[in-house]
C-alpha cells in the first residue's frame, strides 16, 4: 500500500453553513412525512423544544427522543439550531395536521422575533448570555438564518396558517435586519467592505468573540452577508452599494498561490502557483492582513506562528469567496 504522506486540505465554506440533521430532512417528500419514520422523527424533534421555543445546538434532534427536563434544555440560534426545526415542523404540520407542530412552529417563532434587538440583530442565545454571546451573531450563519428563515414564513406554503399579524411581524422583523446589517457593515476610509463575525449589539461596532476570534473583517461570515444581500428581490440602493463594496473587498482579499495542506496531523501553508484562490477567516481591519489566534488572544501574522491545537482545531482558510463570485455573476444589479 502507497502511504499517503500528503493530504490536500480544504476548509469549505459550505462546513460553515451546512444544513443540521433537522433541516436536511425538512426538504423530504410529502408524503415521508406521512411514513411511520417521518412521525418518529416528528415526536423525536417536538421532545428537544426548550420552554422558551428554540433548540439546543451540535445535537442531532431527529433520532433519539430526549427523555429528560425541558428546563434543562439549552436553545440557540447558533450553528443552524432551531431553524431547522421549525422549517421541518412546519412541513410536518401542513402535511400531518399534527396540531402540536403548529403550536411548537408558532413558540419558535414568536421567541425568535422576541429575541430580536432594537438595533436589528440577534444574539446566539435569549433570554440573554452575560458574555460575548450576546453580541449581534454573524458568526456561522447565525442572523442571515433566522433572516431566511423569516423570508420564507412569508413566501413558503409550508406556513400558511401563520396569522395576519405574524406575517406583518415577519417582515418588519427582516427589514430591521437589513437595516442591521447595512449600518454594521465596516467602512475604511470611506470606503464599505464586509463584517465582523460579532458586533456589538448597542454601538454596532465589531466585536470579538471567543479568545481566539478577535474584532475583525470576516472572510467567512461576510460570504453568507453578501450572498443573502444578492437574494433580495427589490434591493435599494444602500443594499447595493453594500454589495458592490463586499464584492470588492473579496477581490482585494483574494490570497494567490497556497494551499492547505493536512500532514502527518497538521495543517501546513505550502505553496502552489497552480492552487486556487482562498481566503482568510479574519482580517486586520486597519491593514486588511490575514490574522491568526490561540488561546491567549495574541494576534499572529502567519498561521505557523499558532500552536498545533488551533492550527488544527479552527477554520481559518476557506474557498468563501467563490460563492460570492458565483452570485455576484448572476445578480441582475451588478
Given at each position: 500500500?502507497?502511504?499517503?504522506?500528503?493530504?490536500?486540505?480544504?476548509?469549505?465554506?459550505?462546513?460553515?453553513?451546512?444544513?443540521t440533521p433537522a433541516e436536511n430532512l425538512a426538504k423530504r417528500p410529502d408524503s415521508w412525512f406521512s411514513s411511520?419514520?417521518?412521525?418518529?422523527?416528528?415526536?423525536?424533534?417536538?421532545?428537544?423544544?426548550?420552554?422558551?421555543?428554540?433548540?439546543?445546538?451540535?445535537?442531532?434532534?431527529?433520532?433519539?427522543?430526549?427523555?429528560?427536563?425541558?428546563?434543562?434544555?439549552?436553545?440557540?440560534?447558533?450553528?443552524?439550531?432551531?431553524?431547522?426545526?421549525?422549517?421541518?415542523?412546519?412541513?410536518?404540520?401542513?402535511?400531518?395536521?399534527?396540531?402540536?407542530?403548529?403550536?411548537?412552529?408558532?413558540?419558535?417563532?414568536?421567541?425568535?422575533?422576541?429575541?430580536?434587538?432594537?438595533?436589528?440583530?440577534?444574539?446566539?442565545?435569549?433570554?440573554?448570555?452575560?458574555?460575548?454571546?450576546?453580541?449581534?451573531?454573524?458568526?456561522?450563519?447565525?442572523?442571515?438564518?433566522?433572516?431566511?428563515?423569516?423570508?420564507?414564513?412569508?413566501?413558503?406554503?409550508?406556513?400558511?396558517?401563520?396569522?395576519?399579524?405574524?406575517?406583518?411581524?415577519?417582515?418588519?422583523?427582516?427589514?430591521?435586519?437589513?437595516?442591521?446589517?447595512?449600518?454594521?457593515?465596516?467602512?475604511?476610509?470611506?470606503?464599505?467592505?464586509?463584517?465582523?463575525?460579532?458586533?456589538?449589539?448597542?454601538?454596532?461596532?465589531?466585536?470579538?468573540?471567543r479568545s481566539y476570534e478577535l474584532a475583525s473583517l470576516s472572510g467567512a461570515e461576510s460570504a453568507g452577508v453578501?450572498?443573502?444581500?444578492?437574494?433580495?428581490?427589490?434591493?435599494?440602493?444602500?443594499?447595493?452599494?453594500?454589495?458592490?463594496?463586499?464584492?470588492?473587498?473579496?477581490?482585494?482579499?483574494?490570497?494567490?498561490?497556497?494551499?492547505?495542506?493536512?500532514?502527518?496531523?497538521?495543517?501546513?501553508?505550502?505553496?502552489?502557483?497552480?492552487?486556487?484562490?482562498?481566503?482568510?477567516?479574519?482580517?486586520?481591519?486597519?491593514?486588511?492582513?490575514?490574522?491568526?489566534?490561540?488561546?491567549?488572544?495574541?494576534?499572529?501574522?502567519?498561521?505557523?506562528?499558532?500552536?498545533?491545537?488551533?492550527?488544527?482545531?479552527?477554520?481559518?482558510?476557506?474557498?468563501?469567496?467563490?460563492?460570492?463570485?458565483?452570485?455576484?455573476?448572476?445578480?441582475?444589479?451588478?
Amino acid at each position: 500500500m502507497i502511504r499517503r504522506l500528503f493530504v490536500t486540505f480544504f476548509v469549505l465554506s459550505a462546513s460553515l453553513n451546512a444544513g443540521t440533521p433537522a433541516e436536511n430532512l425538512a426538504k423530504r417528500p410529502d408524503s415521508w412525512f406521512s411514513s411511520g419514520e417521518g412521525r418518529k422523527t416528528m415526536e423525536c424533534i417536538l421532545s428537544w423544544q426548550s420552554e422558551h421555543g428554540d433548540w439546543p445546538k451540535n445535537t442531532d434532534t431527529t433520532r433519539k427522543k430526549f427523555s429528560g427536563s425541558r428546563a434543562k434544555l439549552k436553545g440557540t440560534f447558533d450553528n443552524g439550531a432551531t431553524t431547522g426545526e421549525l422549517r421541518f415542523l412546519a412541513r410536518a404540520f401542513r402535511v400531518t395536521g399534527d396540531a402540536r407542530c403548529e403550536k411548537a412552529v408558532l413558540t419558535g417563532f414568536d421567541h425568535i422575533l422576541e429575541a430580536q434587538y432594537q438595533t436589528g440583530g440577534w444574539p446566539q442565545y435569549y433570554p440573554l448570555s452575560k458574555h460575548y454571546h450576546r453580541h449581534i451573531t454573524f458568526n456561522d450563519g447565525s442572523m442571515i438564518r433566522l433572516m431566511e428563515f423569516l423570508r420564507d414564513t412569508t413566501t413558503s406554503e409550508n406556513y400558511a396558517f401563520l396569522d395576519k399579524d405574524r406575517r406583518a411581524s415577519a417582515m418588519k422583523a427582516r427589514d430591521r435586519g437589513i437595516d442591521c446589517i447595512l449600518k454594521c457593515q465596516i467602512v475604511i476610509d470611506g470606503t464599505p467592505t464586509v463584517w465582523c463575525a460579532q458586533h456589538d449589539e448597542v454601538t454596532l461596532a465589531p466585536a470579538g468573540g471567543r479568545s481566539y476570534e478577535l474584532a475583525s473583517l470576516s472572510g467567512a461570515e461576510s460570504a453568507g452577508v453578501l450572498r443573502f444581500l444578492m437574494s433580495l428581490d427589490k434591493p435599494t440602493p444602500e443594499i447595493i452599494r453594500a454589495v458592490k463594496g463586499g464584492v470588492a473587498w473579496f477581490g482585494s482579499a483574494k490570497i494567490e498561490g497556497i494551499r492547505i495542506k493536512k500532514i502527518h496531523g497538521d495543517r501546513k501553508v505550502v505553496k502552489d502557483a497552480s492552487a486556487p484562490p482562498l481566503w482568510a477567516r479574519f482580517y486586520e481591519i486597519k491593514s486588511n492582513r490575514p490574522i491568526f489566534c490561540n488561546r491567549d488572544g495574541v494576534i499572529r501574522y502567519d498561521l505557523a506562528e499558532i500552536g498545533k491545537e488551533r492550527r488544527i482545531g479552527y477554520s481559518w482558510y476557506g474557498n468563501w469567496g467563490d460563492s460570492v463570485a458565483k452570485a455576484h455573476a448572476k445578480w441582475p444589479k451588478r
